[in-house]
């Protein structure tokens, strides 16, 4: 469990999903598809989704670590094999072609291990001609987004939104650039940012606890499908 170096805006993902749904009330009984980033955006996601009353899918998009340095990265890896590299960090720590592919080959089967885990046999959802709002539970470098957004984007949707609770400055002007509207709850502009300053109870999502809220989702979704009209 993390505690902030400064007050928080969120209490948790759902409180920051909460908050994140009322900036996109413009949406509402829009042709919506919301895809959140496992595993963290899953829950930011599962509100927005029933909030806009839209639909909750994934795109599994992963950061590409340095290595020996895992907490830092230098690219990021979609599941459709989109794989977007941080040229400026690639100069800094100086690796072989060869280190290279084998970080992202490593990325790439972890992908295809979590899409089976969350998907199955499931086919991904249809975003054509829909509005993609693309969720996570932050944006740090924003790598990990513009791999997600470049995927999507060939799914050819109507309109690529990408919304999260919290952003560094940088990180937006990044994404910006490929997607046709960024949302934010908060964007900081201090020269060290850190998504878990901003949540009161922050850890890190396992992949079993990212399944149960997506099966959560699911079930609810269901119940409220089955629910006879009012009156009857």
Request: charge should be positive; include cysteine; hydrophobic fraction near 40%.
């Amino acid at each position: 469990m993390h505690y902030p170096r400064q007050q928080s805006i969120f209490e948790n993902r759902y409180d920051a999903g909460r908050q994140l749904a009322a900036k996109l009330s413009e949406y509402r009984k829009q042709p919506v598809i919301v895809l959140a980033i496992p595993n963290g955006g899953i829950p930011v996601g599962l509100q927005v989704s029933l909030t806009l009353g839209a639909d909750l899918d994934l795109v599994i998009s992963r950061k590409i670590p340095i290595p020996l340095r895992p907490e830092g990265g230098f690219g990021a890896v979609a599941d459709d094999g989109t794989t977007i590299l941080n040229q400026e960090v690639l100069k800094r720590i100086d690796l072989t072609e060869k280190q290279i592919n084998y970080q992202v080959s490593k990325v790439r089967n972890d992908i295809q291990q979590r899409s089976l885990l969350y998907r199955g046999s499931r086919p991904i959802s249809i975003v054509k001609e829909k509005i993609a709002i693309i969720i996570d539970d932050g944006l740090a470098s924003g790598y990990t987004m513009m791999a997600a957004v470049e995927s999507v984007r060939r799914r050819l949707p109507k309109r690529i939104v990408v919304a999260v609770p919290a952003a560094s400055a940088a990180a937006v002007k990044q994404v910006e650039k490929i997607a046709d509207q960024v949302v934010t709850v908060v964007t900081s502009y201090a020269p060290k940012f850190y998504i878990s300053d901003f949540y009161r109870y922050w850890h890190v999502l396992s992949d079993e606890e990212g399944l149960k809220c997506y099966k959560d989702w699911q079930m609810r979704r269901y119940q409220a499908s089955i629910k006879p009209p009012k009156g009857k």
